[in-house]
């Protein structure tokens, strides 16, 4: 009997869960068609977006992209230009939006949050709703962070999560979990980019989909909220990233005669942008666009091999998401 009723309950979670994602509508062309018109937001537009504060949430190494962000002991800005960098110029000073990159932290999660929480309160205060663009681990911060303070989703009136593993990344696993003890031989150095072992794991795959099973009735509350979540896929392509890339393919950097050698990783297999599987950078029941060609890092900061205008690639997302958004 008991057996019988677990049963039934599992099948109707998943029927629910297979519902769920049915609702989800892919933006891909969408996003393509308009960003080729390769036009600003219009003044029409511009006007009802200026009712919201704009929040801009980094993931993990933001320190070490930010010239002002003196944490890390290593910095890239001055190559790379800042994280977000792109993003805040055009909200700030080309639609002058009241936009905040808020301050990260790859050390502590709970750091991330509180961070959101104080922003969010910032909007209440001031009788206005937010905006939120998130990158990576920003963006499981940020639903974390709604799954904990129900009280401040209805402050919330759109999302664009950039690349949020929110099933995790099997890189984060891999540095654990491999033969050439990757922890051991790194660990030494990520103190210098104020990373924390325990953020990485955070971002594993049984952390993360142990969360999405544990809340996984506010997690579909949240999705109420206009949302969009953004996976790039970068496989086949000239990549930064493609030594990561290969590895969540195949399961090794290169394979010998069909083989791996050694082996990193044992699947399940995905597209990916370098850093988070394709499948795992969607919610379900939420909008999605896939970027072809595009790197977990290049829609954040200026690396090589950019296929997307960060610029264009925002104002494209805003316009999608804009028609769907939570008025005052």
Not at 10 to 32: E, K
Not at 251 to 257: I, M, Q
Request: proline share 5%; glycine share 6%.
């Amino acid at each position: 009997m008991v057996l019988s009723r677990l049963k039934a309950v599992f099948i109707l979670v998943m029927g629910l869960v297979v519902s769920l994602w049915g609702r989800a509508a892919d933006l891909t062309p969408a996003f393509h068609k308009t960003y080729a018109n390769n036009s600003l937001l219009t003044v029409e537009e511009q006007i009802l977006l200026r009712q919201f504060d704009f929040y801009l949430v980094p993931g993990i190494l933001s320190e070490a992209f930010l010239q002002a962000d003196d944490r890390s002991s290593v910095s890239f800005a001055r190559l790379t230009g800042d994280y977000l960098g792109a993003q805040q110029e055009l909200l700030q000073k080309v639609y002058k939006f009241n936009s905040v990159r808020l301050s990260s932290s790859s050390k502590s999660v709970k750091e991330i949050k509180e961070n959101i929480r104080k922003a969010l309160n910032q909007s209440v205060d001031a009788g206005r709703k937010a905006v939120f663009l998130t990158h990576s681990l920003g963006g499981l911060a940020l639903l974390e962070e709604l799954v904990d303070s129900s009280n401040l989703r209805d402050v919330v009136a759109g999302i664009v999560f950039l690349q949020s593993p929110f099933r995790g990344s099997p890189i984060a696993d891999a540095y654990f979990d491999n033969p050439i003890y990757l922890d051991k031989l790194l660990g030494t150095v990520i103190p210098f980019f104020n990373t924390s072992p325990d953020t990485i794991r955070y971002l594993g795959t049984s952390s993360r989909s142990q969360f999405m099973k544990e809340n996984f009735e506010a997690i579909t509350a949240i999705t109420n909220i206009p949302m969009i979540t953004v996976g790039g896929v970068v496989n086949g392509q000239k990549s930064l990233f493609t030594p990561a890339v290969n590895i969540m393919a195949m399961g090794c950097l290169e394979k010998v005669f069909g083989q791996c050698v050694v082996r990193l990783y044992s699947g399940p297999y995905d597209l990916s942008d370098g850093m988070v599987p394709f499948e795992s950078s969607k919610l379900p029941g939420v909008d999605f666009v896939r970027l072809d060609g595009a790197d977990h890092g290049e829609t954040v900061v200026n690396i090589p091999f950019q296929r997307y205008d960060k610029a264009r690639t925002t104002t494209t997302l805003l316009r999608l998401l804009l028609p769907s958004l939570n008025p005052l």
